[in-house]
């Protein structure tokens, strides 16, 4: 019997994606010969007088290669030179961790950046520099002293020198927005969102405040998308933020009980806690259209119905097989 005539083989139609290349931005900032700029110059006459002030010496000026904005060069006495007082907590291993390596190294080459303050400078990026400087007993350090207030307040952005986790991002930014509120009471909290980066920032801060070891990550997949910067002003705001942090932690009282009934059932997972938070997500399943910028419930609702759910949980309907899929996308505080 003949065999039959295998089907022809048909071409496969690959498609090759094509990823478009993005070029280099539009030269902007001076030239390198345009960059320097005389000390002595007018317009830097008052960072010049508040260096001097304070025993230091300016050592040069130039444009900064960005903006074109003027900075100053200067070699300030470190008594004068403090960390912005809303930044992260020090840590001390990271200190001394720092100066080890300053020493090793045999020279102190990363300047801080400084900003005048009505009696010191103000460093927004520099507590374990400065800590270190203090351990190897610098009688100075070098700063690029900028008179720009406003950056003493963009420390997410600019602090890069040990990488913020969660809780450490939460508690700068509630520390900023308080002193703000302090300082320009009548501005709006949404004013300062480039400063604070993330509105659940500001809700997480409030809790972690109150309790070092809230696990905030828990939440924040939910906050994400129910969380938006209010138009209240600095106080106003900050005492709804106060209200939404109490009530986020009554939450976690009754998880953190849940968690304990499924440790007694026999479960033992590091990841109990966000498979309770996942099961309560009142937002969890809900889909936005693409661009939707729009959050899906209020904040207020969110906790509502958030609140109703973990009431109603019941730990008996875990099954093993939950806790693999949580682990699988579970957040860290990172």
Request: net charge positive; glycine share 6%; hydrophobic share 40%.
């Amino acid at each position: 019997m003949p065999r039959a005539k295998a089907a022809p083989k048909t071409a496969r139609k690959t498609t090759r994606k094509t990823t478009k290349r993005r070029g280099p931005a539009e030269a902007r900032g001076p030239e390198p010969g345009d960059t320097a700029i005389d000390p002595t110059d007018k317009e830097l006459a008052p960072l010049v007088t508040q260096v001097q002030k304070s025993g230091g010496a300016v050592l040069a000026a130039f444009k900064d290669p960005y903006a074109g904005s003027s900075v100053v060069l200067a070699s300030l006495p470190l008594r004068s030179v403090e960390p912005t007082p809303f930044q992260r907590d020090l840590s001390r291993t990271h200190a001394l961790r720092l100066a080890d390596a300053i020493g090793a190294a045999g020279a102190f080459l990363d300047p801080v950046i400084a900003v005048p303050g009505e009696e010191r400078f103000w460093s927004p990026n520099g507590r374990h520099r400065l800590a270190a400087a203090k351990q190897l007993g610098l009688r100075s350090v070098t700063a690029l002293v900028v008179k720009d207030e406003a950056l003493a307040y963009r420390i997410l952005a600019l602090n890069t020198e040990k990488a913020h986790n969660l809780r450490d991002k939460s508690l700068e930014v509630i520390r900023m927005a308080r002193a703000l509120a302090k300082e320009s009471p009548r501005s709006a909290e949404k004013d300062h969102a480039t400063s604070f980066e993330q509105p659940h920032f500001l809700t997480l801060g409030v809790a972690y405040d109150k309790r070092g070891r809230f696990s905030g990550s828990s939440y924040t997949s939910m906050l994400r998308r129910v969380d938006r910067f209010l138009d209240f002003t600095l106080p106003k705001a900050l005492r709804q933020r106060e209200q939404w942090a109490e009530r986020l932690m009554d939450i976690d009282d009754r998880v953190a009980k849940h968690v304990a009934d499924l440790q007694e059932i026999g479960f033992k997972s590091p990841y109990l806690r966000q498979l309770v938070v996942a099961r309560c997500d009142p937002v969890r399943w809900i889909q936005l259209k693409r661009g939707d910028t729009k959050p899906p419930m209020t904040m207020a609702e969110a906790l509502t119905r958030m609140a109703a759910k973990v009431r109603a949980f019941d730990p008996g309907s875990v099954k093993r097989q939950d806790l693999a899929l949580v682990a699988a996308v579970a957040p860290s505080e990172d």
